[in-house]
């Protein structure tokens, strides 16, 4: 019949559907509605034996509570209900959903319009729990007032795996609008969407994800599509905290905002060891007179930023790209800084005048190089080898298609012998070839261009002969080459420079009489164009 027309009715009666104890059921197709959550410390007199929190919950699961279950939830609409109205002393959680010690599966359900007390809008995970999250539209839930959590909370020794969701349109009026995590959690393959966080009245933390790793645990956030996220003070898309290992990988970050505090209009990490690699990180803002890194903010530990495009992105204080603050160590290989903007470093900033940090940066392209990197007082820069101030030339920068072309400068230029992620922002082998680029983007060349290079002979008299036995010819080049060579059929040849454009060289020869030159051209896809 379908969930539309298979209805269970809470009737503000407690928790719609509650699994205890139970590892062999199944939710399939209906509609849960109107549930406001049980009452955990009546369940617990008769599970004894059950995991106690470090603080015992008011209600949870308004429309499904699973206690010491790993049930099959699929195919529902999970929708109107709330976590709400215990005792002002106890914490309410999970409007939506509640898993409390269970696992099981949660697939391709509609989780929306829920509301949470303290956590998790829509669904709570917690007290060693250990679900797979997949293929869900989790929409439009909140979390008012409390703690955080606006689509989903995750804490107190729980794992969730979750991959191929929609997390969109939640909101919370403190930390992570659409998931916030307390401990560990791996995301896959999810689209995170206009979720916000915070008001000006309160704090707001991590617009789209809000990460604070406690001991001994770690974040996974890797091949998402994190746009249009909102926070009030930190990490528009992610904020992440806490001494220990968060790895960002192959996502698209683009169009989130802080306007507050104004710290990471894409990512703010703070005391937290980052690796953040493979990333499209562009148009993210960082508002406010002291907005500070409007693509990524880090502060107190080590970063290591590999392989990332920084396009597009503003603050309106320092650090239109990359903000490196205050007891940051930050190492930049194989990054792309282009078109960002503050008023003070408009692609990269170091530090302030007060409390020192340093940033390591090789086999990057900088838009204006060093002039667009501000270093404050007792602050460190190392620029490295292999940096580059060229336009990348993207297939198209204003439309944000930041692919590289065929002729980007960025090509077979980074560095292959630093530690590579496995592959780009959009899944292709991380090295194509023999070298490795500088960006998201691996390519073999430009997207479906079979076109070689047009070599067009410009010297006058077919070349200026010097001497008995030297000829300079010229040539016009359209279409960049990454090997252009002149060469007589004896095999006497001279490689000339790379690159699109005029070219010219010398041609000793052996002989005098008429001789046939050639100038061949072989672009990035492999393509040859000659002129004789």
């Avoid at 696992?103 to 797979?132: D, K, Q, W």
């Avoid at 659409?178 to 969407?193: H, K, M, P, R």
């Avoid at 300079?472 to 002149?486: C, G, K, P, Y």
Wanted: proline letters at 6%.
């Amino acid at each position: 019949v379908g969930p539309e027309l298979t209805i269970i009715d809470g009737a503000q009666n407690g928790s719609c559907v509650t699994f205890i104890d139970s590892f062999n059921g199944t939710l399939d197709g209906f509609t849960i509605t109107n549930g406001s959550g049980s009452d955990l410390a009546t369940l617990l007199i008769s599970y004894p034996t059950m995991l106690m929190p470090p603080q015992l919950p008011g209600r949870l699961g308004g429309g499904i509570l699973c206690l010491n279950s790993g049930p099959s939830i699929t195919n529902n609409i999970i929708t109107g209900n709330g976590a709400t109205g215990a005792s002002p002393l106890l914490p309410d959680y999970g409007g939506g959903m509640a898993y409390y010690s269970s696992a099981g599966m949660i697939t391709n359900n509609t989780i929306s319009n829920n509301v949470a007390a303290t956590r998790a809008g829509g669904l709570s995970c917690y007290a060693g729990s250990f679900p797979f999250i997949t293929g869900n539209a989790i929409t439009g839930n909140s979390q008012p007032g409390g703690e955080g959590g606006g689509g989903i909370y995750n804490w107190y020794n729980s794992v969730p795996i979750m991959t191929q969701n929609e997390i969109s349109g939640n909101s919370t009026t403190s930390f992570g609008g659409g998931i916030a995590v307390e401990g560990s959690i791996a995301l896959t393959d999810n689209l995170i969407s206009g979720n916000q966080a915070g008001d000006p009245g309160g704090t707001g933390l991590g617009g789209g994800i809000y990460a604070f790793l406690t001991p001994f645990c770690s974040a996974n956030i890797m091949r998402n599509t994190i746009v249009g996220n909102w926070a009030f003070d930190k990490g528009g898309a992610i904020y992440a905290t806490g001494n220990e290992n968060i790895i960002i990988e192959a996502n698209v970050i683009q169009g989130n905002s802080v306007t507050g505090v104004g710290l990471g209009g894409g990512i703010c990490a703070e005391d937290v060891f980052a690796t953040i690699q493979s990333n499209v990180i562009a148009d993210n803002s960082a508002g406010n007179t002291l907005g500070l890194g409007g693509g990524i903010y880090s502060a107190g530990l080590t970063s290591s930023l590999t392989n990332n495009t920084f396009f597009g992105n503003t603050s309106d204080g320092a650090g239109g790209g990359f903000y490196c603050a205050e007891g940051a160590g930050s190492t930049v290989v194989n990054c792309v800084f282009w078109n960002n903007d503050a008023p003070s470093g408009p692609e990269i900033q170091v530090g302030d005048d007060t409390t020192p940090a340093s940033l390591a940066i090789s086999y990057s392209d900088v838009d204006g190089s060093q002039a667009s990197v501000h270093v404050g007082m007792g602050n460190t820069l190392s620029w490295g080898a292999g940096m580059i101030d060229a336009d990348p030339l993207f297939v198209d920068g204003p439309g944000f298609d930041l692919h590289l072309s065929g002729i980007s400068p960025c090509i077979n230029a980074g560095d292959k012998l630093v530690p590579l992620p496995p592959t780009d922002f959009e899944g292709d082998p991380r090295v194509i070839g023999d070298d490795v680029e500088i960006g998201a983007d691996e390519t073999e060349g430009a997207p479906g261009d079979p076109d070689p290079p047009v070599v067009e002979i410009t010297s006058p008299n077919d070349g200026d002969v010097i001497g008995d036995f030297s000829v300079v010819l010229e040539a016009t080049i359209t279409d960049a080459s990454e090997t252009t060579v002149l060469s007589d059929p004896t095999g006497i040849s001279e490689i000339l420079s790379p690159g699109g454009g005029q070219v010219s060289g010398t041609l000793s020869l052996i002989e005098e009489g008429p001789n046939t030159l050639t100038v061949t051209a072989t672009d990035s896809a492999e393509n040859v164009g000659a002129a004789v």
